[in-house]
């Protein structure tokens, strides 16, 4: 998704400013000058300053692109689909990490990836058991690493 | 002045197998924890500790050394096959060394990785053998005032260099600086835009963001019409390591010296020296090149020069841990540690009293950056095996690697959350021409930087003035507010010249479907 600097210029005023405000809230310690707001307040004014230039060198040249342009998402079914696959599973492997454990979540979500991008079952049915084995025993046994094992664990 | 029979003595300790099997066990083990995404030479050298215990503590060291050298060199691996820098300092050239693999010279760029490095290493190592002492005075010397301007000075490179339009590099120097300000405030210790998660109290890791804007974001381009197409592998008997290094440095001398140069000498600052040397090389290593516009297109100028220097400053990283005893990073404060737990303790009576223990931990530096050549050899020769894998396969194998290595950051789930998020706002930024690399020195050296600033506004009672009134602070300074001036005044003076270069199109510009990828 591409922005236009119209709005990227005002959206970064916004946040800076957003930034002001929320290190204004900061709890302050008596006697001491220069506190936790300080640079906060320094990075929310840049972010203003820097926003408004932006702004400024866009608004001040007749608009020649889409505000929003999302033309790099027009792309095959099968490609959207990975990419909606991808991004579900990461948050799903993240959130089931700990219950069902690395082995299993590893080889569901390889297996699954492989598969919608286009790899042979046999390279799948070699490749993703044997990658989740090594890296799951390089980083439990070789880097004391504590990654859930899960039902698996028992065969590990 | 060291004595010749000292440095005798130090050879021949150094040269005992239990030293040299140390060595060479140390590389092997860093070329392989440096060459997986989210592991660091400082994870590396902690998991060393306990088999310090049994070992003599000239070869505890030198597995420290040289696991750490490998490890930093490796990390340069990943940067340059799929884009993922495994230290802050590889970051500042990932972009440089993947265009190159992406243009087929997969072999070349890791040859001038490794060639270079351990020339920096041994240039460093070097520096550290004859000047440790004086350079490490030197650094002591310096005041709150100096550390603000160096990392000034490297955090500004970093935003000039990484895009051509200046307000971009700006805007993504301020977002790392930014993220930086989560956690405990440096000063006060007082929480800061912890929202009640306690594991922001921490403030946020590098090392997932690193991986979620270079990795993530990567992976999330090829599934839009913006894909880029995987680097091809190279034909077997293509990769010849080493091939043409000596033309390279034939060809750019003055960057070997200025990038070891600049290595040694800022290096050696406790805290801010490994991360920055490399950044202001490949600045000035831009600045300085007859084809600055090369730069960015896969071009090794750059990568010479911070190459060199990212191994010179490991070694010159040293001199305050080794001569005041002073650790200027986690590596070194653990090295320190271990020193400690043998008996030896590092600062300037130990060059007194026991000179062969000091002179003989210089020397495995030597033997370290020796070492990174051959086992560079099969790290380069099995990087065809990497990039012959199927896009269909490469892929699940990094998103993986990605997960892991964040999750062992902490061995916590927040940093898989934070890579997950930090790759969308990754995609996001550079799709609309931000560039990535300015974050991540951002929240590395952010903390740096406040604490120096606050320090200083402290000490000059909030005169700015101040700032400029030491004679290095202030030669320092001028050279940055310089740098400022020139850079608004280029930027002011290229207005409404030509097409915007900054523009995001020309920083991703549209391939068309039919070149790209095989996953239609």
Redesign the interface.
Known sequence: ???SERL?GPG?ILFGGG?II?SAG??Q?PG?????D???SI??G??IL??G??GWKAWSKPLTEPLVDT??????L???L??IW??GA??A??LL??SVG?PLI?LI??TV??VL???RPL?IAI??PL??LA?HL??TR??????PAGPLGAFL | MMSFETFETAFFMVMAPSVLLAILIGSVYGLFIGALPGLTATMATALLVPITFYMEPLAAIALIVSSTAMAITAGDIPGALIRIPGTPASAAYTEEAYEMTRQGKAGEVLSLGFFFSALGGLIGATVLLVSGPALAQVSLNFSSFEFFWLATLGLMTCALVSSDNPIRGAVSLVIGLLLSTVGLDVTTGQPRFTFDVLELSGGISFIPVMIGMFALSEIIRGFTALERELPPAPKVGDIKPYRGMFALLRRYPMSVVRGTSLGSAVGALPGVGGDLAAWIAYGMSRKFSKTPEKFGTGHPEGLVEATSSNNAGLSSAWIPALVFGIPGDAVTAIAVGVLFMKGVSPGPRLFIENPTMPTAIILTFFVANLLLLPLGWFAIKGARHVLSVPRAVIVPMILLCCFVGSYAVNNTLFDVWTMLVAGVVGYLLERNGFPIAPIILGLVLGPVLERNFIMSMQIARGDLLGFFERPVAGGLGIVVCTILVLAIHRAWTRRGQGPDASDPATVLPDVPNSTKGNLQ
């Open positions: 998704m591409k922005l990227i970064l930034v929320a900061l709890p310690v001491v000058r220069f506190g936790a300080l640079m906060p990075t929310g840049a972010l820097f926003g230039l932006l033309s790099e998402w027009e792309v095959s099968r490609k959207r990975t990419a991808t991004i990461l948050l492997a993240t990490f700990q690395f590893g979500f390889m990836l492989m991008m286009g790899a390279t490749v993703a990658f989740v890296l390089s980083f070789i880097m004391h690493v504590e990654l």
